[in-house]
Every structure is written in structure tokens, then in C-alpha cells.
């Protein structure tokens, strides 16, 4: 503790720093400076200081804007790829992250400093996998930012035809027993095939034909399956109208045709399936009808772009397709831009420790200007 009461003071004023407006001011825009910098290249960074002739630095200029608009354009076509994956905080701050990640590569591809080739090579490698990888989820992320209702109504006509799909799969009881009397008819009629060449009289022939669809006076007799005897094209033919009418119990018991109707009548995939069929709903949507997986999401925002696009439906997809085309230009022309730009003469120069000498050299010998 301080003895002296002007040390007091002193002491007291330490603990109670007031930060002044200009200061406050002053943090806030070199704050701002930083993050701009983080997202927007500056054309400084793309040259080195040793000779910077004014077309060098026109050109600098050129490939910063293409490089930052390409990572920006991007970042907001991922963003909802990214939010929907990791959620609102941390799929924001990992595209942010991307976005500083992929200036920095760019940048340090054009950094022409001795020893640097090999993680020059490294940059550009990840430079372009991250600008092929945002190519290629672009144009999905678009349909995932501007069409978030059609994505999910598409997911329920999913859901509804694999409903539909295990209904009409649906395999009765009788099934099995179907199967091998069609198997057993189909013996039957074989072996009445081979002895065609025989008399009609013949009792081999008779005997077959009648084991196979039964004696004339049969064809109006009311048989029971669990009889013996039956014919055996007959016994196929009774079976399969007993697995016709289980399958239609079937229905019936699923309230199918109501359901079909309910279904035109809402003309709403996503309500029909939440209402008629909550347990498969409940597996890809939460209470909000929103996708529970990101990955789901995705997927199902794949294949609702890449389908349209293979029947022509254009039009459905012609936002997306355009924002990702200017995404996969501006990519394409980053990475062309950042590798003509570090192989330019001028580029070269900037770095060069040679050039530096020399012009420090002429510098001096020339002197001071006179007054």
C-alpha cells in the first residue's frame, strides 16, 4: 500500500485509465484496416518493393479485385452450405476463415522470394483445390440460399415415393406359395409341350393335360386350396388372385386411396408427409421444417439442381446456374491471373535483391539534387 497520499493519488489514477474518443476512434478504424485486409487483398502484398513500375502496380491492382471478389463471391454462395453443416457461429466464422485463408495462398503464390519455390508450389496447389472445391458447391449452394422451400418439399416427394415404392413392394403371405405353383405350371405345360406330336386320344397326353388345367367338366368347379388334386396351372392362377386381394387389403388397411387423395387435394408435399407419415418426417425435418442434418440438406440440394438440370427444366434453375457460372469464372480467372501475374517480368523484378542493389547504386552516385 502506498504511504505517501500523492502516491495514493497516482496509484488511483493507474487503476482508472480512461480511454479518450480519438483513442477509442483510433483502435476502431485500424480494427476495421485489419479486417479489411483479411478479406480484401491488397494490391501491395502482390509485389515486392524493390521495382514497381506503374504498369506493375495497375496490374497488381487488377489481380487483387479479381482474386478478393472471386473468395468473397464464394464465400457467399457456401455460407448457407456452412451454416447448415456447423450452424449460424461456427459455419460463419469457418467461411470467413476460408475466405483468409485462400487470400493468403493467392498471395504468397506471387511472392517471387529466393527459397520459396517449393511452398509457392504448395500454395497453388491449395489455392486452386479450395477454388475447384467452391466451384463445385457453388451452384448447390445457391439452390440451398434461394430455394430453401423447394429443397424441402423435394425431400418430402422423396419420402412420399419410397412410402409409395414399399407399398406397391408390399409381398402378401401367399407369396411363396404363388411362386411355386407358378413354377409347378410351368413344368406342367413342358411337358404337355413334348407330347403335342401324339394322338389326343393318346392316355399319356390326356393324363397330362388334365394334371396340368384339369378335366373339361372342372373348368366351372368352385376348388378350395387346401384341396389335393387341384390342377396345377389352375392352383397358380387361384393363388395369384389371393395375393391380388391381399395386396389390396393392404391398401385398404393403409387407407391408400385416401391418401392419394389427400394428397392432390393439399397439393403440399412436405404438410402431406408431416401429417400422414410423422415417423419418417421426423427422421430428416424438425418441428420448424427445417432439415435437421446439413448434410442432408446438401445432398437433397444436390440432387434437386443436378436433376432439373438433366430433364431441362433451365428455368428452375437459372439463378443458380448463373451465380455459379460467375463463381466458376471468377475462380477460373483468380487462378489464371495469380499465376501469370507471378511469372510477369515486372513481378519478378519487384522481388529482385539484384535490382534493389542496382537502383540504390545509381541513387548514389547520382547524390542529392542541387537546390
Known amino acids: 500500500m502506498p504511504t505517501n497520499p500523492s502516491d495514493g493519488d497516482k496509484y488511483g489514477q493507474g487503476k482508472n ?7 477509442v476512434l483510433s483502435l476502431m478504424i485500424n480494427g476495421l484496416r485489419w479486417s479489411r485486409d483479411l478479406v480484401w487483398v491488397p494490391s501491395k502484398d502482390l509485389h515486392g518493393t524493390a521495382y514497381v513500375s506503374p504498369e506493375l502496380k495497375s496490374n497488381a491492382k487488377l489481380a487483387a479485385v479479381v482474386l478478393s471478389l472471386a473468395n468473397i463471391l464464394d464465400a457467399f454462395l457456401s455460407q448457407e452450405i456452412l451454416v447448415a453443416a456447423a450452424g449460424p457461429i461456427f459455419g460463419t466464422c469457418l467461411n470467413f476463415g476460408l475466405v483468409v485463408i485462400k487470400n493468403a495462398l493467392g498471395t504468397l503464390v506471387v511472392r ?26 457453388s451452384a448447390p449452394g445457391t439452390e440451398m440460399m434461394l430455394n430453401k422451400s423447394g429443397i424441402a418439399q423435394f425431400k418430402a416427394q422423396q419420402i412420399f415415393l419410397v412410402v409409395e415404392d414399399n407399398a406397391a413392394r408390399f409381398q402378401p403371405p401367399s407369396t411363396t406359395k404363388y411362386q411355386e405353383a407358378v413354377k409347378e405350371c410351368d413344368t406342367a405345360k413342358a411337358d404337355l409341350n413334348r407330347l403335342d406330336g401324339l394322338p389326343t386320344t393318346d392316355p399319356n397326353r390326356d393324363a397330362a393335360y388334365v394334371r396340368t388345367y384339369g378335366m373339361h367338366r372342372e373348368r366351372t368347379q368352385k376348388w378350395n386350396l387346401e384341396e389335393s388334386g387341384i390342377p396345377r396351372c ?18 385398404v388397411a393403409l387407407d391408400w386411396d385416401n391418401k392419394l387423395l389427400k394428397r392432390s387435394q393439399i397439393s403440399n408435399d412436405l404438410m402431406f408427409v408431416r401429417q400422414e407419415f410423422p415417423n419418417q418426417y421426423a427422421l ?3 418441428n420448424n421444417e427445417n432439415f435437421k442434418s446439413g448434410v442432408e440438406a446438401f445432398s437433397t440440394a444436390n440432387f434437386s439442381f443436378f436433376g432439373k438440370l438433366s430433364k ?18 471468377t475462380s477460373i480467372a483468380a487462378c489464371f491471373l495469380v499465376v501469370t501475374f507471378a511469372n510477369s517480368r515486372d513481378a519478378k523484378m519487384s522481388h529482385s535483391e539484384a535490382a534493389k542493389m542496382e537502383i540504390h547504386r545509381i541513387l548514389h552516385e547520382r547524390g542529392p539534387n542541387p537546390d
Not at 517471387?112 to 491449395?126: A, F, H, Q, S
Not at 431441362?312 to 469464372?329: E, H, N, P, T, Y
Open 312 to 329: 431441362g427444366d433451365f428455368a428452375g434453375v437459372a439463378l443458380s446456374l448463373l451465380l455459379g457460372g460467375i463463381s466458376i469464372s
Open 234 to 251: 389352375v392352383r397358380s392362377q387361384m393363388l395369384l388372385e389371393k395375393v391380388e386381394q391381399e395386396k389390396q387389403q393392404h391398401k
Open 17 to 23: 485509465i480512461k480511454l479518450s474518443p480519438q483513442l
Open 284 to 286: 430428416y425435418f424438425d
Open 112 to 137: 517471387k522470394r529466393e527459397g520459396t519455390r517449393g511452398t509457392r508450389i504448395v500454395c497453388l496447389c491449395g489455392f486452386s483445390s479450395l477454388n475447384l472445391i467452391s466451384c463445385l458447391v
